[in-house]
Structures are given as structure tokens and as C-alpha cells.
């Protein structure tokens, strides 16, 4: 259900830090969004393959995968059923780790994702959203994301260390604007982890606002253990536990990620 002359929007979700919330973000906005009726695809960027996981995709289910995408084997390109309706996935392998020595030689190694997308437009066509969870580094694989991407999208944890790394991102962001991507622009940044018993967390969200302004989306994602136990059984936290907080701070981000990306579809409420 795409904007009139619009295709996928393409929304790189990434933060150098590992385990501020990246993968559940990239999950439970995926989830939501299709919840809402919008056709989205999630391309797992990260050797780990933690989002394949928590999506119920197992290893010898994963066929094509984003190390396929990334070597250009585009006449292979198959996207997989997740168990969300109107959610469909590109797996991650730990093949990925090797990207940056497979592709040393490559004069486009930077625009793999970028052209993949292009030369394969069937499979993207109907497409709303492309999520890409990227591993939690500024590697090739992040840059290959960013290069195609039209937006970035930055989970932030409520810690003290929140801020340290963010402005090398930035920099990088700011540099492939002015290489090669010039429409990649900030999405947003999202607030995870916060636990409102801890005045540490509100004081870093304060700073946080204080710094970026109204880079920061209003929604905060709490710390939830919902949200913990949900990747152990390989489902979205949307599905294990729909009514959870953190589940209904996800929902509530998503119509926040929607307003931002400058959707036109009314957004029926979730049931």
C-alpha cells in the first residue's frame, strides 16, 4: 500500500554500540508495521543473524541470504515468509563476516545493496518499507546499508555511555551524504532500555533531548522483560506478549516512525 509514485522507503537501523536494541527495534517495528497493513521486508545485515532468529527462521531454512545480496548472486533472490503476515525477511549467516575480504578487490563494494535493489525490482516493487538490521559496527556492512538507504534509524539506550559513538555516526552519515548518498537523512533516534526506576535513565534521556532536540522521537521504549524473553521463543514481542509495555511502546513508536516517514494512509488502530 504505497504512496502514489512512491517505492520502499529503505530505513537503515544501526548504531556502532552493540546491545542498545537494535535487533528488537528492527523486529518489533517490522512487526508493527505490518500490523498496520504495510508490506515490509527486514534484510539482516548482521553476521550474528539474531533478527532471522527472533523472526522463527531457522539456519537450514536460509536459503538466499544478505551474504547472497551482498555478492551480487541476484539471479538467486527469493524473499522468506516470516510467521507475520505482510513480513518477509532475508536472512543473515555468519558468512557476512567475511564480506569485507570477499570484496576487497571490488570497485562497487560500497553499492552491493544499493545495486541488488535496483537490478532486482520484482521482489521490491510492492514493497512499503525495507528495514536493514546492521551489525553493531561502522563495518562494510553498515556503509553498504547507508548507501542505499534513505534514512537512518538510531536506537539509543538509556545509559551513561549513550552519546559516546554517536557522533562518529553522525560523521559517517554526514560523509556518505556528501559521496554517495545525498537523500540519507536521520530518521530519527529512539530511546530504548529506560527504566523510569532509575533516575540515571531520565537524566540521559533529558541529556539526550537537550542535545538532539527534536531528532529524538516522543515515544520511549521501556526496559521489558517481555521484551528479553521473546527472541528465546523465536517470535516478535508483539506476538509473545502483545499487551506487554514494551509491546505497546513498539506500537506506539510505529505510528511515530509513520508520521516521520510521511505516510498518507490512514493508520487504523491496533485492535
Known amino acids: 500500500m504505497s504512496d502514489p509514485g512512491s517505492g520502499p522507503q529503505i530505513v537503515a537501523i544501526t548504531n556502532q554500540?552493540?546491545?542498545?536494541?537494535?535487533?528488537?527495534?528492527?523486529?518489533?517495528?517490522?512487526?508493527?508495521?505490518?500490523?498496520?497493513?504495510?508490506?515490509?521486508?527486514?534484510?539482516?545485515?548482521?553476521?550474528?543473524?539474531?533478527?532471522?532468529?527472533?523472526?522463527?527462521?531457522?539456519?537450514?531454512d536460509r536459503n538466499f541470504t544478505s551474504y547472497d545480496l551482498m555478492l551480487g548472486d541476484s539471479a538467486a533472490m527469493q524473499l522468506a515468509p516470516t510467521l507475520v503476515p505482510g513480513l518477509q525477511l532475508i536472512p543473515a549467516t555468519p558468512d557476512l563476516s567475511s564480506t569485507d575480504l570477499d570484496l576487497v578487490g571490488d570497485s562497487r563494494r560500497i553499492h552491493k545493496i544499493e545495486?541488488?535493489?535496483?537490478?532486482n525490482p520484482q521482489p521490491f516493487r510492492e514493497l512499503d518499507f525495507i528495514l536493514v538490521d546492521c551489525p553493531p559496527s561502522l563495518s562494510l556492512l553498515t556503509v553498504n546499508?547507508?548507501?542505499?538507504?534513505?534514512?537512518v534509524l538510531v536506537p539509543l539506550q538509556c545509559e551513561f555511555f549513550a552519546l559516546e559513538g554517536l557522533s562518529q555516526l553522525m560523521r559517517t552519515v554526514q560523509t556518505i551524504r556528501n559521496g554517495s548518498n545525498a537523500r540519507?537523512?536521520?530518521?530519527?533516534?529512539?530511546?530504548?532500555?529506560?527504566?523510569?526506576?532509575?533516575?540515571?535513565?531520565?537524566?540521559?534521556?533529558?541529556?539526550v533531548r537537550d542535545n538532539l532536540g527534536t531528532l529524538v522521537?516522543?515515544?520511549?521504549?521501556?526496559?521489558?522483560?517481555?521484551?528479553?524473553?521473546?527472541?528465546?521463543?523465536?517470535?516478535?514481542?508483539?506476538i509473545y506478549d502483545r499487551s506487554s509495555s514494551?509491546?505497546?511502546?513498539?506500537?506506539?513508536?510505529?505510528?511515530?516512525?509513520?508520521?516521520?516517514?510521511?505516510?498518507?494512509?490512514?493508520?487504523?488502530?491496533?485492535?
Open 115 to 119: 545495486d541488488a535493489l535496483a537490478a
Open 145 to 151: 546499508a547507508l548507501v542505499a538507504a534513505n534514512s
Open 184 to 207: 540519507l537523512k536521520i530518521q530519527g533516534i529512539v530511546l530504548t532500555m529506560y527504566d523510569r526506576r532509575n533516575n540515571l535513565s531520565g537524566q540521559v534521556a533529558s541529556d
Open 246 to 271: 514494551g509491546s505497546v511502546a513498539y506500537q506506539k513508536f510505529a505510528a511515530e516512525f509513520l508520521a516521520r516517514a510521511g505516510a498518507t494512509r490512514h493508520l487504523a488502530e491496533m485492535a
Open 217 to 238: 522521537y516522543d515515544t520511549v521504549i521501556p526496559r521489558n522483560v517481555r521484551l528479553s524473553e521473546a527472541p528465546s521463543h523465536a517470535v516478535p514481542a508483539l
Open 17 to 60: 554500540k552493540g546491545g542498545v536494541g537494535k535487533t528488537t527495534t528492527a523486529i518489533n517495528l517490522g512487526t508493527a508495521l505490518a500490523a498496520l497493513g504495510y508490506r515490509v521486508l527486514l534484510i539482516d545485515l548482521d553476521p550474528q543473524g539474531n533478527a532471522s532468529t527472533g523472526l522463527g527462521l531457522a539456519s537450514t
